[in-house]
């Protein structure tokens, strides 16, 4: 891996990805998000990891797909290299994702943060979709996952004016989990991963299947898709040692079966 660090056991059951291109502010270019979703691939595989941590430095997540590499392309030359069906793989991560953002989080480093499940910001986190500025707009979901974040007239103005969106206004307006000094970011993002990593991974991984199912499906299909990933949890030895463990008035230990 050139351009990703990964530390599968950062934390006890929490892996880290960094995203480490810093001179070229972690630019989106095309072997960057390919290590991404081969990293994700194998962290979601392996067994002993339960949370997945993305991040990039103090100074940016990421400044978007990398302009210089698209620069010179065709329509034609876009849709041979498909970019996109990387993030798709991404998209399908089963294991929740925290992005833990610091400084710039644009274009695609801001629709990458939203593809995350969660988002824990640093005070000096700035989101945008300033693809417009150079001629372009969003390609990695931003017009669809900003306007599902911030509702239509706050995602039209950031997507047709490019403008930033501050790290507080992100958490009042719903983006961002929440926003913490800069030099804690990481740990809080550690903070929330240590506390999921704690639950039964089968169940997080039903549940956070059900809540991105709220997106795609009416509120009667969601329903039922949630009814059988709940019945699904049922099939578990998590959930008869959860159970178990409430009524024994101790403390569940999850084995992720
Ligand atoms: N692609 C390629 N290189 C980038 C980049 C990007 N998206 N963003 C920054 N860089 C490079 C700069 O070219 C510069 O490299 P050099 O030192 O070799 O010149 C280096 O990173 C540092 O950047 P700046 O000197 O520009 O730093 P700054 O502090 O003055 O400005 C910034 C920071 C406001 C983030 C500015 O770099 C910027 O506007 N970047 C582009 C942001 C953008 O338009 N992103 C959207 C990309 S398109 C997209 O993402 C499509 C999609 O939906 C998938």
Redesign the pocket.
Same mark, same amino acid.
């Given at each position: 891996m050139e351009f990703i660090k990964v530390e599968a056991q950062a934390r006890p059951y929490v892996a880290l990805v960094q995203l480490n291109r810093p @001179? /070229?502010?972690n =630019?989106?270019n095309l072997q960057l998000m390919g290590e991404l979703r081969d990293a994700l691939k194998q962290l979601d595989e392996d067994e002993q990891v339960r949370v997945i941590i993305v991040t990039g430095n103090e100074r $940016?997540f990421a400044? !978007? $797909?990398?302009? @210089? +590499?698209?620069a010179g392309k065709t329509a034609i030359d876009m849709l041979n290299i498909d970019q996109f069906s990387t993030w798709d793989q991404i998209k399908k991560t089963k294991k929740p994702l925290i992005a833990a953002v610091s400084g710039?989080a644009?274009? !695609? !480093?801001c /629709?990458l943060a939203m593809t995350c499940d969660m988002i824990i910001a640093s005070e000096t986190a700035m989101f945008g +979709? %300033? /693809?417009i @500025?150079?001629g372009?707009m %969003?390609? =990695?979901g !931003?017009t669809q996952r900003l306007t599902k974040a911030l509702g239509k007239a706050k995602a039209m103005e950031m997507v047709l004016t490019g403008k930033f969106l501050t790290a507080t206004d992100a958490e009042r307006q719903g983006l961002v989990n929440r926003v913490v000094p800069v030099e804690l970011y990481l740990e809080e993002a550690f903070k929330l991963a240590g506390e999921i990593a704690q639950m039964s991974p089968v169940a997080a991984k039903l549940a956070k299947e059900a809540v991105n199912r709220s997106f795609e499906a009416s509120l009667e299909e969601g329903l039922y898709f949630e009814r059988k990933n709940f019945y699904l949890c049922f099939a578990s030895e998590d959930q008869k040692e959860g159970m178990a463990a409430f009524i024994e008035k101790r403390k569940p230990s999850f084995s992720g079966r």
């Open positions: @001179k /070229e502010l =630019a989106l $940016a400044a !978007g $797909a990398d302009i @210089k +590499q698209m710039f644009l274009g !695609g !480093g /629709e +979709q %300033p /693809e @500025k150079i372009v %969003p390609g =990695a !931003g």
